[in-house]
């Protein structure tokens, strides 16, 4: 039973399996009048699914109980056949308990008998929406996938695509890098994408944090140390740096090395040697070194807090990523790209990222910048109970925070950051470690951060 084809561009395959001849019949020349749809009736569900291994439709409409099966059962079949067809189900024994069913199977909607032809047009326009929201996300992942996207870098605004460029132009020639940017602005992929790029990319990526160690951990942690180097040193360790032989070590916020371990690491990048804690033989290293920092360096330099010798060394090429605040337009793609990676985090279905979702990302400033944004659409994606993310999945304070229109200079956004830190810190109850974990920095920077806003940690530490 099948309505004329349309065969226009605009035109969505829908399916329609009932056990009741009358309804499928009904539903087919109800539906049928629409332009935007063609309508195949079927009354056995072996008979749809035979049609599906020919032409897979975009909405199936199917009744729960059917002659030939039971449609909850056949979902993972229908699934397989049409994997991006969008499931209503109708029935006239209704009950909650089978919609929870059929919606943990990935059911959109679930109509029950007796229901009108305007009610069902209405489920099949938000499922069109939904389809339609889709491929726009495919195309707009598809256009990521080609010029976009570099290693796990999204980015199709100029000011990525210029860092593309310069990612890609000096990753083979083994030059020490230097990245900039704020804290979350995605330092470390870029370093990553650096490592991918370049001759030692079958060799290892090691990532060093120096402003999560002390002094002393530091030279243990990069140099490593010999069998009774100290109390508990029971056998030689690789220090990071052998670890990483042939390969790339990313050294993340640089500018909390102190300066006698400052001195350490000058004496590698020039001699390319280094002495395990407790040793006396010289050991021959080769690797890349790519250090990155969310601190003004050269304002470090002029205080006398950081090695000028040193910074020259690590700035051979300087890369700065811009705040997300600066890139606005990439947070549409940057958002879909998170729920999808969420929706697979979660064992959950892709959501649709609706435009009122996105509307509502657009004004605030993300002090925490691709980071937050990360956390920000993970939590969506983990909370609703819908297929589409809405301005309802946003947190819910999040207006509070929107960024006002006159008053973007660096002193509101200090004053952002702060209020933002404050907020984590409160919520966890002044725990340092929690609050350092979830603004994604180190506990030492949360310290300093703290201090330069004349917070007391100490005070407030639990």
């Known amino acids: 039973m099948k309505n004329k084809e349309r ?19 009904r539903l087919v020349k109800g539906l049928g009048s629409d332009p935007e749809l063609s309508v195949q009736g079927f009354i056995l569900a072996k008979d749809a699914i035979k049609a599906m291994r020919h032409s897979p439709p975009d909405i199936i409409i199917s009744d729960i109980k059917l002659k030939d099966g039971h449609g909850l059962e056949l979902m993972d079949e229908i699934k397989a056949l049409a994997p991006n067809a969008i499931i209503i189900f109708i029935t006239g024994y209704a ?31 938000q499922a069109i929406e939904h389809i339609k ?69 079958k060799f290892p990526f090691v990532s060093f944090n120096c402003g999560a160690f002390t002094e002393e951990l530091i030279a243990n942690e990069l140099f490593g140390h010999e069998k009774g180097a100290f109390t508990g040193a029971n056998s030689t360790k690789l220090g990071l740096l052998e670890t990483a032989m042939g390969g790339t070590v990313f050294l993340d916020e640089i500018g909390e090395m102190p300066l006698s371990m400052q001195v350490k690491l000058l004496r590698v990048l020039q001699e390319n040697t280094i002495f395990r804690v ?6 021959k290293i080769d690797c890349r070194f790519i250090a990155a920092t969310n601190r003004n360096l050269d304002k470090m330099v002029r205080e006398g807090v950081f090695r000028q010798d040193l910074f020259y060394r690590l700035k051979v090429v300087t890369i700065n990523l811009p705040p997300l605040r600066e890139r606005r337009d ?118 300093r951060k703290l201090r330069q806003m004349n917070v007391q940690p100490q005070k407030h530490q639990k």
């Open 95 to 125: 009950s909650i308990n089978q919609a929870v069913e059929a919606t943990k199977k990935g059911a959109f909607y679930y109509l029950a008998k007796p229901f009108s032809l305007s009610e069902l047009r209405q489920t099949l326009a």
């Open 7 to 25: 065969g226009q561009k605009d035109s969505y395959k829908v399916f329609v399996i009932d056990d009741e001849e009358i309804t499928v019949k």
């Open 278 to 283: 407790g040793g006396t033989k010289p050991v």
């Open 330 to 447: 990439d947070i549409p793609a940057l958002a879909s790209h998170f729920a999808k990676k969420a929706a697979k985090k979660f064992g959950k279905p892709i959501p649709q990222v609706g435009k009122d979702f996105i509307d509502g990302l657009m004004d605030y400033p993300f002090p925490g910048n691709c980071r937050e944004l990360e956390h920000m659409v993970e939590r969506a994606v983990a909370l609703t109970r819908s297929n589409r993310l809405t301005a309802e999945d946003l947190p819910p304070d999040l207006w509070l925070l929107k960024e006002p229109e006159k008053k973007k200079d660096a002193t509101s956004l200090k004053k952002l950051e702060f209020e933002y830190i404050m907020d984590v810190y409160r919520k966890t109850g002044f725990n340092q470690t929690e609050t350092a974990k979830i603004l994604g920095i180190s506990r030492t920077t949360l310290w």
């Open 133 to 201: 929201s889709r491929r726009q996300r495919d195309l707009l992942m598809e256009r990521i996938s080609k010029d976009g996207r570099l290693g796990e870098i999204i980015g199709t605004t100029p000011q990525m695509q210029e860092i593309f460029k310069t990612i890609k132009q000096i990753a083979p020639l083994d030059c020490n890098v230097l990245i900039k940017g704020e804290t979350g602005t995605g330092k470390e992929l870029v370093a990553k994408a650096l490592h991918m790029h370049s001759k030692r990319k």
